[in-house]
């Protein structure tokens, strides 16, 4: 079923993503008007989101935000259906990043990259740092999608420009295999995942909100003596981003433990005060609040 499912969707996905933009961002503004006015997708979840995060905004300030997020999440997976065709010259133009000479500076300390992001902006992309001379092998860990003929589709997309998508699970077997054969590697890795409950071991404030934070990006940092850069993404106007790559550190061994979650996490946050409806708030990323902190983890 799911196989069909896939080859009902393709034909259409394929059309959407060969139309020229002006064409292709009324199809996002259709898509807007059913999934918010229509479907109400997660409404209540964003909502719900939105006033937690921030109580001092009224009704109408929460609702403009709201749409605004709605508009740019159906902007973003358009993209990434856009990602099918799009050329490489197209996509340099439309996601550039502006201190490329932090990889050249990196390159010289011979060190792989965790590439710490968010969700927020476009992490849809990001791979275009491969058609900007990286010498790194481009590498995202991601979570593998159900139906196996969308995650196919999603690796393919990955490929055309460089890059290579690895499951979450197997991550750090690959990384040290790829450490072992000498392959520098940058890893691209979304950095606030809400976590399961057997990986509740730090908790921290995020968004002025106590909740569990996965340290995963930073233990493989550690482990494998990596330079660790935060993603720093700006939508400048609609289908065009900039990113810079922020240092966070060079040698994440020598820092103190959580430090870099913690630095991530105060970069994530002040691009989320700054524009929220940047921000993915369809994800659950605070149905922890209010819940036990275990008596073994470490609290910040």
Same mark, same amino acid.
């Given at each position: ?12 996905? &394929?059309?959407? #993503? ?9 199809? *996002? ?12 997708? =997660?409404?209540? @979840? ?12 009224? @009704?109408?300030?929460?609702?403009? !935000? ?17 990602? !099918?065709?799009?050329? $490489?010259? $197209? ?6 990043? @502006? ?22 902006? *476009? %992490? ?8 900007? +001379? ?11 999608? =159900? ?5 196919? /589709?999603?690796? +393919?997309?990955?490929?055309? %420009? ?9 991550? *750090?077997?690959? !990384?040290?295999?790829?450490?072992? $054969?000498?392959? =520098? ?12 409950? #057997? #990986?509740?071991?730090? &908790? ?24 660790? /850069? ?18 966070? #550190?060079?040698?994440?061994?020598? @820092? ?5 979650? /913690? +630095? ?7 691009? !989320? =005060?700054?524009?929220?409806? %940047?921000?993915? &708030?369809?994800?659950?990323? &605070? ?14």
């Amino acid at each position: 079923m799911q196989a069909v499912v896939f080859w009902l969707a393709y034909p259409l996905l &394929w059309l959407i #993503s060969i139309l020229p933009f002006p064409l292709f961002y009324l199809v *996002s503004d259709v898509v807007y008007f059913i999934v918010y006015y229509l479907i109400g997708y =997660r409404k209540k @979840t964003v909502t719900n989101n939105l006033k937690l995060v921030f109580p001092e905004k009224s @009704t109408e300030e929460i609702i403009k !935000i709201r749409k605004k997020f709605y508009s740019h999440m159906c902007d973003m997976f358009l993209e990434m259906i856009k990602s !099918i065709s799009i050329s $490489e010259e $197209e996509l340099k133009k439309r996601f550039i990043y @502006t201190n490329l000479e932090e990889l050249r500076r990196i390159e010289k300390l011979d060190k792989s990259i965790m590439l710490m992001c968010g969700h927020y902006a *476009s %992490f849809e992309w990001l791979f275009a740092l491969q058609l900007h +001379d990286l010498k790194h092998s481009a590498f995202g860990i991601y979570k593998k999608i =159900r139906n196996p003929g969308f995650d196919k /589709l999603i690796n +393919d997309i990955r490929r055309r %420009f460089g890059a290579e998508l690895i499951q979450n699970s197997k991550a *750090s077997l690959r !990384i040290a295999n790829n450490q072992k $054969e000498g392959i =520098r590697g940058a890893y691209a890795m979304i950095a606030d995942q809400s976590p399961r409950t #057997s #990986s509740y071991k730090f &908790w921290t404030d995020f968004m002025g909100k106590k909740v569990p934070f996965y340290t995963g990006s930073e233990r493989i940092a550690t482990e494998f003596d990596m330079v660790v /850069l935060y993603l720093h993404v700006e939508k400048v106007k609609r289908g065009h981003y900039k990113a810079s790559l922020i240092n966070i #550190s060079d040698n994440p061994a020598e @820092t103190k433990n959580n430090q870099i979650t /913690l +630095d991530y996490i105060q970069h994530l946050e002040k691009q !989320i =005060r700054e524009k929220p409806e %940047f921000y993915l &708030w369809t994800h659950k990323r &605070w149905k922890h609040v209010g819940k036990e902190i275990p008596e073994n983890a470490v609290v910040r």
